[in-house]
């Protein structure tokens, strides 16, 4: 008891005014966070003359969910999405496997040549993409991949920083000794690769897809230069030109960015953990 | 006729190899490694070629020719895309609002999210929560967020400006003028990016090891002190990677600018022009690829130097 009631000054200070404090802290900003979520949510909920009321209100007077199927209507958001979902299945994909070629060969492997290969690797990540996306444009417009799957989704096909991360997972946690052993028993190294070091692999590969799937699933300015067919768009660019035509719709627009965010939102809600550890993964670059 | 058996197929290839191994001075063992490295890494080569490699060395070449798409001659020019550029309003315009925005977005989220990420190493209770609240915005995609904020900052019937009213403030065109544009789209895209940095710096919070914080404690530091002198210094690594990392993408800004205020009738306006923008509307809009190519090598170069700057400055700080 003497010791509870003696530090009325710093121990209580310690014990409840600091916790109290960055509790309040953290609200403020958990709900500048929720905010706009929250402010999108509601005004899809909304008949088109409660969004332009002043003063504004949070909440709809007359709920609805008309705008939701409106909006479905007005533009194929099913086809966005499941453009999106193709073109973002087919990069985490090969993400995976040439990074675990690349990150195997470079990890295990000592073969003339190899520094300054994996150097290239590790340098031509320092270049963003918006920076080279012209001439790759005009080699995807002689290949006539414009308006294909397969441009939209080739810059995404390979990532340094994967290729960097296998490597890493390769070299320090897989010992020699094993792929000695398979080696003795006659395996050759196509095989030791693909039965051996693949499987052991799998908490890297979980990671790096989901860096990968996200990279592909978020990605703009090219889309918006290789998918000029309605039917091609992801649903990134859908929305946007969805936007440019229902300019001051705001209920419908709401509603269509609701169903936007959703698919991320719903993998987020299941994998929480899993995602911000791969995304904090990304931290080991420097 | 007999058929061939498989061994007499396979003996021509065995004894190849054997030469081969012989004439390279290597055994079997390091021969099928070799093999095996070089043919594995052929095709990832070969992507990294067509996709990044190819396309950076043909930015800097491009950027010397009057490259225009559908005009069928493309004269070397030497310098002169350049020269253009440094007179060229549009461009230099561009350039002072990307440093500007990205000297605001990186100032403010990295301050804000070290703060956060310094709050939230205390052990909380509901830190996981917290975490994935600030985490949000950062795995949302863009531009149904951008949508979201545009109605936000909406000048007749916004929400902001609603609030804003409370403390007597007039009406604020937002995503009207160009200028006050900029404050918008900063505003937003600290909101977006923050929760990275934070949970980036929480990590790096977390695998300070609290020795050196018992030692320090009992030299008497505290608080302020503690945090100057032993968790930044100790923190430096990881705080670099998120400067240098918040930069790259404010300096590549483009998909939330692209929606809040391009091409619509709530922007009348001129377009916010940021660097990426200015090259997509030369590039793919007046097809003048040479000159927006010429832009794309100042933005390279620029990151680039960034990028060294940065790290060099940390390193003599450390010294």
Same mark, same amino acid.
């Given at each position: 008891?003497?010791?509870r009631?003696?530090?009325?000054?710093?121990?209580?200070?310690?014990?409840?005014?600091?916790?109290?404090?960055?509790?309040?802290?953290?609200?403020?900003?958990?709900?500048?966070?929720?905010?706009?979520?929250?402010?999108?949510?509601?005004?899809?909920?909304k008949?088109?003359?409660e969004?332009?009321?002043?003063?504004?209100?949070?909440?709809?007077?007359?709920?609805?969910?008309a705008?939701?199927?409106?909006?479905l209507?007005?533009?194929?958001?099913?086809?966005?999405f499941?453009?999106?979902?193709?073109?973002?299945?087919?990069?985490?994909?090969?993400?995976?496997?040439?990074?675990?070629?690349?990150?195997?060969?470079f990890?295990?492997?000592e073969?003339?040549?190899?520094?300054?290969?994996?150097?290239?690797?590790?340098?031509?990540?320092?270049?963003?993409?918006e920076?080279?996306?012209i001439?790759?444009?005009?080699?995807?417009?002689?290949l006539?991949?414009?308006?294909?799957?397969?441009?939209?989704?080739?810059?995404?096909?390979?990532?340094?920083?994967?290729i960097?991360?296998?490597?890493?997972?390769?070299?320090?946690?897989?010992p020699?000794?094993?792929?000695?052993?398979?080696?003795?028993d006659?395996?050759?190294?196509?095989?030791?690769?693909?039965?051996?070091?693949?499987p052991?692999?799998?908490?890297?590969?979980?990671?790096?897809?989901?860096?990968?799937?996200?990279?592909?699933?978020?990605a703009?300015?090219?889309?918006?230069?290789?998918?000029?067919?309605?039917?091609?768009?992801?649903?990134?660019?859908?929305?946007?030109?969805?936007?440019?035509?229902?300019?001051?719709?705001y209920?419908?627009?709401?509603?269509?960015?609701?169903?936007?965010?959703?698919p991320?939102?719903?993998?987020?809600?299941?994998?929480?953990?899993?995602?911000i550890?791969?995304?904090?993964l990304?931290?080991?670059?420097? | 006729?007999?058929?061939?058996? #498989?061994?007499?197929? +396979?003996?021509?290839?065995?004894? =190849?190899?054997?030469? *081969?191994? &012989?004439l /390279? !001075?290597?055994?079997?063992?390091?021969?099928?490694?070799?093999?095996?490295?070089?043919?594995?890494?052929?095709?990832?080569?070969?992507?990294?070629w067509v996709?990044?490699?190819?396309?950076?060395?043909?930015?800097?070449?491009?950027?010397?020719?009057?490259?225009?798409?559908?005009?069928?001659?493309?004269?070397?020019?030497?310098?002169?895309?350049?020269?253009?550029?440094?007179?060229?309003e549009?461009?230099?315009?561009?350039?002072k609002?990307?440093?500007?925005?990205?000297?605001?977005? #990186?100032?403010?989220? +990295?301050?804000?999210?070290?703060? =956060?990420?310094?709050? *939230?190493? &205390?052990? /909380? !209770?509901?830190?996981?929560?917290?975490?994935?609240?600030?985490?949000?915005?950062?795995?949302?995609?863009?531009?149904p967020?951008?949508?979201?904020?545009k109605?936000?900052?909406?000048?007749?019937?916004?929400?902001?400006?609603?609030a804003?009213?409370?403390?007597?403030?007039?009406?604020?065109?937002?995503?009207?003028?160009?200028?006050?544009?900029?404050?918008?789209?900063?505003?937003?895209?600290?909101?977006?990016?923050?929760?990275?940095?934070?949970?980036?710096?929480?990590?790096?919070?977390?695998?300070?090891?609290?020795v050196?914080?018992e030692?320090?404690?009992?030299?008497?530091?505290?608080?302020?002190?503690?945090?100057?002198?032993?968790?930044?210094?100790?923190?430096?690594?990881i705080?670099?990677?998120?400067?240098?990392?918040?930069?790259?993408?404010?300096?590549?800004?483009?998909?939330?600018?692209?929606?809040?205020?391009?091409?619509?009738?709530?922007?009348?306006?001129?377009?916010?022009?940021?660097?990426?923008?200015?090259?997509?509307?030369?590039?793919?809009?007046?097809?003048?690829?040479?000159?927006?190519?010429?832009?794309?090598?100042?933005?390279t170069?620029?990151?680039?130097?960034l990028?060294?700057?940065?790290?060099?400055?940390?390193?003599?700080?450390?010294?």
């Amino acid at each position: 008891m003497a010791e509870r009631h003696s530090g009325t000054g710093s121990g209580f200070w310690q014990r409840v005014g600091v916790p109290a404090a960055s509790h309040g802290i953290l609200l403020i900003g958990s709900l500048s966070m929720l905010f706009p979520f929250v402010w999108m949510l509601a005004t899809s909920l909304k008949p088109a003359d409660e969004t332009v009321l002043w003063p504004p209100r949070l909440l709809p007077i007359h709920w609805t969910v008309a705008n939701y199927p409106t909006a479905l209507d007005a533009a194929p958001f099913i086809r966005y999405f499941l453009n999106s979902v193709v073109v973002s299945v087919a990069a985490t994909v090969l993400v995976i496997a040439t990074s675990l070629l690349a990150g195997f060969i470079f990890g295990k492997y000592e073969f003339p040549g190899k520094r300054f290969l994996f150097l290239v690797i590790l340098a031509s990540a320092m270049f963003p993409f918006e920076t080279y996306m012209i001439p790759l444009y005009l080699t995807m417009k002689s290949l006539g991949w414009i308006n294909t799957y397969q441009g939209i989704a080739a810059p995404y096909m390979i990532m340094s920083f994967g290729i960097f991360l296998m490597r890493q997972h390769i070299a320090h946690s897989i010992p020699e000794e094993l792929l000695d052993a398979a080696r003795v028993d006659g395996a050759s190294e196509l095989k030791i690769f693909l039965r051996l070091i693949v499987p052991l692999c799998s908490s890297p590969i979980g990671a790096l897809g989901i860096l990968a799937f996200i990279q592909a699933w978020a990605a703009f300015i090219w889309p918006l230069l290789m998918a000029t067919q309605r039917n091609m768009y992801m649903m990134e660019l859908g929305l946007s030109t969805f936007q440019f035509r229902y300019t001051a719709d705001y209920h419908l627009l709401s509603a269509a960015a609701i169903l936007n965010t959703v698919p991320m939102l719903i993998a987020f809600i299941i994998l929480r953990r899993r995602i911000i550890e791969s995304v904090a993964l990304t931290g080991l670059k420097g | 006729m007999v058929e061939p058996s #498989v061994e007499s197929l +396979v003996a021509p290839v065995v004894t =190849l190899t054997d030469r *081969l191994c &012989g004439l /390279l !001075r290597m055994n079997r063992l390091t021969f099928s490694k070799y093999c095996f490295c070089y043919l594995g890494l052929i095709p990832i080569f070969v992507i990294y070629w067509v996709l990044r490699l190819e396309p950076i060395a043909r930015t800097f070449i491009l950027s010397f020719y009057d490259w225009h798409l559908v005009r069928p001659l493309k004269p070397f020019v030497g310098l002169a895309n350049y020269r253009e550029l440094w007179s060229d309003e549009n461009f230099l315009l561009a350039l002072k609002n990307t440093t500007l925005f990205a000297v605001f977005v #990186v100032g403010a989220s +990295v301050v804000l999210g070290l703060a =956060l990420a310094v709050v *939230l190493a &205390g052990n /909380l !209770r509901l830190t996981a929560a917290y975490q994935a609240i600030y985490f949000l915005p950062v795995i949302t995609p863009m531009v149904p967020m951008a949508i979201a904020w545009k109605w936000i900052f909406d000048a007749r019937y916004g929400i902001l400006n609603y609030a804003l009213s409370w403390f007597g403030v007039h009406p604020i065109g937002w995503l009207t003028s160009p200028d006050v544009a900029m404050w918008a789209i900063i505003i937003m895209s600290v909101w977006k990016v923050l929760g990275y940095n934070m949970i980036l710096l929480l990590v790096g919070l977390k695998n300070i090891p609290a020795v050196y914080y018992e030692a320090a404690s009992i030299d008497g530091a505290a608080g302020w002190k503690m945090f100057r002198r032993i968790t930044l210094p100790l923190l430096k690594p990881i705080l670099l990677f998120v400067i240098v990392i918040s930069t790259i993408n404010a300096y590549n800004v483009f998909t939330q600018v692209y929606v809040m205020t391009t091409g619509s009738q709530a922007a009348p306006g001129a377009p916010l022009r940021v660097l990426v923008f200015d090259i997509y509307q030369n590039g793919f809009q007046f097809f003048k690829m040479g000159y927006a190519s010429a832009e794309a090598v100042v933005l390279t170069l620029i990151i680039l130097a960034l990028t060294l700057i940065q790290m060099r400055v940390i390193r003599m700080d450390g010294e």
